[in-house]
């Protein structure tokens, strides 16, 4: 028999889907014929291990979200505040080493110490090889824009698309309309628009810059925008570690464009602690755009990539976001922003985490 | 309150979380460990007893507390073990119940998940997100045919099942090898 066929066959069986005359007849063959008998038990063992991992998934997402709705209400304590014993007992454990370890350091940086001074001068990158990630707007797009202004004006639909001369990306940090994006992009607009993955246009005015760690926020003051309630992502407050996967999407066309890479340096463009360097494929209009770990919490935000350099990516920590709000509660702003702190988006593989967040992540484009 | 976990209701997972994850998190915290791996016990255990609500085979003779005690403590102590930070348990007076056997089984249904979930990265695109759709998040044939942009839901099938016989092959080739 055809083995497709018997697969089908066998499946239709184990769920029942057989009418009783069929299922006799099934039978009768399984009886005479070892080989499709070893089949059948075969294929029930797999539908069974398929099974299983379907709803031991299922479960596990299930403890997820149970764990950050606790986690919210203070029941489940998160690891910053316990990390103190460990240390501790580590500290008792190793002092010894510590200390013997220490020494030979001291000696050996007071002798490398003007070799690496003189190295360290060469290897850093030029200021203006660093680029930024904001996209000019060549003249086919905007020709494109306006064709659809056209047709969306036909259609009944109000439009505001502006035409825009340079396309970044940004995504929403508070569901009340707060978009974080970069400082360097919205230096060159004069009016700002963001438009989600369904093309909509909403427009939107700078509350805060930081041009240090080229961060700003934008607020959209469209009432044609709706809050939204809950967003799946958080925004990572501690430090992230060398090699974590990371992901990443944005605008570097008129259309989200996903990438994919992992964290390849603790700070930034000569040694910029308020960056990392991370290795992912972008390109002019990336910048704004979220950087995420597996478990989808925004740990940066693109900024910029070094052109001279293979796969040399900036972008700027994301506990830079806590640490503006905190500078601008204290000039005090009255300003209520609060950032999300729990991910929905753990245990989830990666093509459903970035369905359940692309709507949030926003092309920011104006002139 | 089996029952409940094992058909995966949300509230049911919720109640137990919230009327043992403070005992296990200040155990594992007293001893040399963080909340962060209180986390990842506690989960372990909760799939310790989902699985075993699943299968049928759950009699609990004691408290379900002081069985996801004795689970969360003897996980604990293999991790310590690995991570070779030995020293000896504070521990409050908990009585304790034998739970080795419950391991083993939960041990075994481990290996087996990591097999199909090796077996399944190694089919392939499209195939892994085909078997996926219909098996692990079971959508409809239609639904898949035109998420993947197959004609109609027969095309869509005849491909599910040329993945699926691959599949197979993965698996039991695997699950052969590790038993």
Same mark, same amino acid.
């Given at each position: 028999?055809?083995?497709?066929?018997?697969?089908?066959?066998?499946?239709?069986?184990?769920?029942?889907?057989?009418?009783?005359?069929?299922?006799?007849?099934?039978?009768?063959?399984?009886?005479?014929?070892?080989?499709?008998?070893?089949?059948?038990?075969?294929?029930?063992?797999?539908?069974?291990?398929?099974?299983?991992?379907?709803?031991?998934?299922?479960?596990?997402?299930?403890?997820?979200?149970?764990?950050? !709705?606790?986690?919210?209400?203070?029941?489940?304590?998160?690891?910053?505040?316990?990390?103190?014993?460990?240390?501790?007992?580590?500290?008792?454990?190793?002092?010894?080493?510590?200390?013997?370890?220490?020494?030979?350091?001291?000696?050996?940086?007071?002798?490398?110490?003007?070799?690496?001074?003189?190295?360290?001068?060469?290897?850093?990158?030029?200021?203006?090889?660093?680029?930024?990630?904001?996209?000019?707007?060549?003249?086919?797009?905007?020709?494109?824009?306006?064709?659809?202004?056209?047709?969306?004006?036909?259609?009944?639909?109000?439009?505001?698309?502006?035409?825009?001369?340079?396309?970044?990306?940004?995504?929403?940090?508070?569901?009340?309309?707060?978009?974080?994006?970069?400082?360097?992009?919205?230096?060159?607009?004069?009016?700002?628009?963001?438009?989600?993955?369904?093309?909509?246009?909403?427009?939107?005015?700078?509350?805060?810059?930081?041009?240090?760690?080229?961060?700003?926020?934008?607020?959209?003051?469209?009432?044609?925008?709706?809050?939204?309630?809950?967003?799946?992502?958080?925004?990572?407050?501690?430090?992230?570690?060398?090699?974590?996967?990371?992901?990443?999407?944005?605008?570097?066309?008129?259309?989200?464009?996903?990438?994919?890479?992992?964290?390849?340096?603790?700070?930034?463009?000569?040694?910029?602690?308020?960056?990392?360097?991370?290795?992912?494929?972008?390109?002019?209009?990336?910048?704004?755009?979220?950087?995420?770990?597996?478990?989808?919490?925004?740990?940066?935000?693109?900024?910029?990539?070094?052109?001279?350099?293979?796969?040399?990516?900036?972008?700027?920590?994301?506990?830079?976001?806590?640490?503006?709000?905190?500078?601008?509660?204290?000039?005090?702003?009255?300003?209520?922003? !609060?950032?999300?702190?729990?991910?929905?988006?753990?245990?989830?593989?990666?093509?459903?985490?970035?369905?359940?967040?692309?709507?949030?992540?926003?092309?920011?484009?104006?002139? | 309150?089996?029952?409940?976990?094992?058909?995966? #209701?949300?509230?049911?997972?919720?109640?137990?979380?919230?009327? =043992?994850?403070?005992?296990?998190?200040?155990?594992?915290?007293? =001893?040399?460990?963080?909340? #962060?791996?209180?986390?990842?016990?506690?989960?372990?255990?909760?799939?310790?007893?989902?699985?075993?609500?699943?299968?049928?085979?759950?009699?609990?003779?004691?408290?379900?507390?002081?069985?996801?005690?004795?689970?969360?403590?003897?996980?604990?102590?293999?991790?310590?073990?690995?991570?070779?930070?030995?020293?000896?348990?504070?521990?409050?007076?908990?009585?304790?119940?034998?739970?080795?056997?419950?391991?083993?089984?939960?041990?075994?249904?481990?290996? #087996?998940?990591?097999?199909?979930?090796?077996?399944?990265?190694?089919?392939?695109?499209?195939?892994?997100?085909?078997? #996926?759709?219909?098996?692990?998040?079971?959508?409809?044939?239609?639904?898949?045919?035109?998420?993947?942009?197959?004609?109609?839901?027969?095309?869509?099938?005849?491909?599910?099942?040329?993945?699926?016989?691959?599949?197979?092959?993965?698996?039991?080739?695997?699950?052969? =090898?590790? =038993?």
């Amino acid at each position: 028999m055809d083995e497709l066929l018997l697969i089908e066959t066998v499946e239709r069986y184990l769920r029942g889907e057989m009418d009783v005359k069929e299922r006799g007849f099934f039978e009768e063959i399984r009886k005479n014929n070892p080989e499709i008998d070893q089949m059948v038990v075969e294929h029930t063992f797999l539908f069974n291990e398929l099974d299983k991992q379907a709803n031991i998934k299922a479960f596990k997402h299930s403890l997820y979200e149970v764990e950050n !709705k606790l986690a919210e209400e203070g029941v489940v304590t998160k690891a910053e505040l316990t990390t103190k014993a460990k240390v501790v007992f580590l500290w008792k454990k190793y002092k010894r080493s510590i200390a013997v370890a220490a020494s030979i350091a001291g000696i050996v940086s007071i002798v490398t110490a003007a070799s690496v001074s003189s190295y360290n001068n060469t290897s850093k990158a030029e200021k203006s090889d660093i680029i930024d990630l904001t996209a000019k707007v060549n003249e086919q797009e905007k020709d494109l824009a306006n064709l659809k202004n056209t047709l969306r004006h036909d259609a009944g639909v109000i439009s505001r698309n502006p035409n825009p001369d340079f396309r970044a990306t940004g995504f929403l940090i508070d569901g009340k309309g707060y978009i974080a994006t970069n400082a360097h992009v919205v230096a060159k607009l004069k009016t700002i628009y963001v438009e989600n993955k369904k093309g909509e246009y909403f427009t939107a005015v700078t509350v805060f810059t930081d041009p240090v760690s080229d961060l700003a926020i934008l607020k959209i003051n469209d009432t044609s925008f709706k809050a939204v309630a809950n967003l799946p992502y958080s925004i990572h407050k501690g430090s992230s570690d060398l090699g974590e996967q990371i992901f990443t999407m944005g605008f570097p066309r008129n259309e989200i464009v996903y990438g994919e890479g992992y964290l390849s340096a603790k700070s930034g463009n000569e040694g910029d602690s308020t960056a990392y360097q991370v290795s992912v494929s972008v390109n002019p209009g990336n910048s704004g755009g979220p950087v995420l770990n597996k478990n989808g919490e925004v740990i940066g935000i693109i900024t910029s990539k070094n052109s001279k350099a293979d796969g040399v990516v900036y972008a700027a920590k994301s506990k830079n976001i806590y640490s503006l709000l905190e500078a601008v509660k204290k000039s005090g702003d009255t300003a209520n922003i !609060k950032l999300p702190t729990n991910t929905s988006l753990r245990g989830l593989d990666r093509v459903q985490q970035v369905k359940k967040m692309e709507e949030f992540v926003f092309m920011v484009v104006g002139n | 309150m089996l029952e409940g976990l094992a058909s995966n #209701d949300r509230s049911v997972v919720e109640a137990i979380y919230r009327d =043992n994850y403070p005992m296990i998190q200040a155990f594992i915290l007293n =001893n040399n460990g963080n909340s #962060d791996e209180a986390r990842d016990i506690f989960q372990e255990a909760m799939i310790v007893i989902y699985e075993k609500s699943v299968s049928g085979s759950f009699e609990l003779n004691c408290l379900l507390k002081t069985y996801i005690y004795s689970v969360c403590r003897r996980l604990w102590l293999k991790r310590l073990q690995q991570l070779q930070r030995y020293g000896s348990l504070i521990e409050n007076v908990e009585e304790t119940v034998a739970v080795e056997e419950d391991l083993e089984i939960h041990e075994k249904h481990n290996a #087996d998940f990591i097999i199909m979930e090796t077996a399944m990265s190694k089919i392939g695109e499209p195939c892994k997100s085909l078997l #996926d759709a219909y098996y692990i998040q079971k959508k409809n044939m239609q639904e898949i045919a035109s998420e993947f942009g197959y004609t109609n839901a027969d095309n869509a099938k005849t491909q599910k099942y040329k993945c699926l016989v691959r599949l197979k092959k993965l698996f039991f080739a695997q699950y052969k =090898n590790g =038993n």
